[in-house]
């Protein structure tokens, strides 16, 4: 074994006895073989979620039956689950509803922006263009596609770098990834909503792979919209309900493309004409999916009580320690990460980029054999994602310890 070894081992030692958040790993069900640095992709199992979902199906469904939508609260869930999902991204209450995918948020939050900046932008000329991250996860860029269709604009790729300079009179709205899927680099929130806004144009975030992992401050910072998942570092479940925010002011001009009998003022009334809800309900469709919403609320419990400062401060120190044993073991030219060294530049996960790109799936499927879970995007990636609030030191350096043993083979 070599002094880098045993000198990391100890450090990494430390580092969990003194984490202020060691006793959540409790919370969840994990198990000590296997390093799990996959929870961007899909949250490990919180341990409240079973006995809660047995309840939903064995007296709310069973018992209660429709009386659950009254007595058991399925009828408010989307906006209370909502609230607890906006402490977590910097929401006051009455901001965020969750239901539906994350697509489909998408589609109804960038064809509003739209219509809200329908008229004549600067100069008497319509503000016709939708801007895209050009390195958006694909389902975005399809979406905004679609929804440039829809609303006869064009649509326009450019680097998030670039986008501020992009934006002009004509720009409708900007549709940016948080953290970049694949590097993990994170972008400047807080710049790029005042330079977009500084155009006269709205902005729609994707926080998918942010939610959940560091501070966000929706409202802080004036975002006009917001959506993302809840099944990566929210540890909903797989295709547990997305969220969508508005905010507060723009509510009232939130005009849905999707106007749905649950977002109407009037559910119960069945009027054959469509008269918008108060609030964030007017980002609801139709009936909630209850099982996979309850489940979700059950989830959240695991976030009680925590400082996100103290998140996102492990999650910095969980990185920059994989991307120092990567450095100590992994031979020389094998595996280069393209995540930001920078802590402002960088989300909660780590990209490799495999000096021969024929090896990367090959790489991460012996990884995950030799009980280290990761994911692989091709063509050269491989992706390590960290949970803080149960991935340890000491499971970060066994991981980059077993990538060594492998790209040395």
């Avoid at 002094?3 to 000590?32: P, Q, S, Y």
């Avoid at 409240?48 to 069973?62: F, I």
């Avoid at 139709?286 to 009680?304: H, N």
């Avoid at 400082?307 to 320690?321: E, I, P, Q, W, Y």
Wanted: some cysteine; aromatic content about 6%; overall charge neutral.
């Amino acid at each position: 074994m070599s002094d880098d070894t045993t000198g990391l081992r100890a450090e990494a030692a430390a580092l969990d006895a003194a984490d202020a958040l060691r006793a959540k790993r409790a919370e969840f069900v994990l198990d000590d073989d296997t390093v799990y640095l996959d929870g961007n992709s899909l949250g490990a199992l919180p341990r409240a979620v079973p006995a809660r979902l047995a309840d939903v199906v064995g007296r709310e469904w069973g018992r209660l039956r429709i009386r659950s939508w009254r007595e058991s609260g399925w009828w408010t869930a989307p906006e209370r689950v909502g609230d607890r999902i906006g402490r977590l991204v910097g929401a006051a209450p009455g901001r965020i509803v969750v239901g539906d995918s994350t697509s489909v948020n998408v589609f109804k939050a960038v064809v509003a922006a739209v219509r809200m900046g329908e008229g004549a932008g600067s100069g008497g000329r319509a503000r016709d263009e939708i801007l895209v991250d050009a390195a958006t996860f694909p389902t975005d860029g399809y979406i905004a596609a679609s929804a440039a269709r829809l609303t006869g604009c064009r649509i326009r790729a450019v680097p998030v770098g670039d986008l501020a300079a992009a934006a002009g009179p004509r720009t409708a709205v900007a549709l940016v990834n948080h953290v970049d899927y694949r590097t993990g680099r994170l972008h400047d929130l807080p710049a790029l909503t005042a330079a977009v806004h500084a155009t006269g144009a709205r902005i729609v975030w994707d926080l998918c792979h942010s939610a959940g992992a560091l501070p966000v401050g929706l409202d802080a910072h004036g975002v006009d919209l917001a959506v993302g998942c809840t099944y990566k570092y929210l540890n909903g479940g797989p295709g547990a309900p997305a969220f969508l925010y508005v905010r507060r002011d723009l509510q009232p001009r939130f005009d849905s493309p999707l106007p749905g009998w649950n977002s109407h003022a009037d559910p119960f009334g069945m009027a054959p004409d469509h008269t918008p809800a108060g609030g964030a309900q007017r980002g609801r469709v139709g009936t909630p999916d209850i099982l996979s919403l309850l489940a979700l609320e059950a989830a959240l419990d695991v976030w009680e009580g925590v400082d996100l400062t103290a998140v996102r401060a492990k999650s910095l120190a969980l990185t920059d320690f994989f991307l120092r044993c990567v450095e100590a073991y992994v031979p020389a030219g094998r595996a280069v990460s393209v995540t930001p060294v920078a802590h402002a530049e960088r989300g909660s996960q780590v990209a490799l980029r495999t000096a021969r790109a024929e090896t990367a799936a090959s790489t991460m499927t012996e990884l995950v054999r030799r009980g280290v879970v990761g994911d692989h995007r091709p063509p050269d990636l491989l992706r390590f994602g960290f949970t803080p609030l149960y991935t340890t030191f000491a499971e970060t350096e066994r991981a980059a310890r077993v990538l060594a043993e492998v790209l040395g083979e």
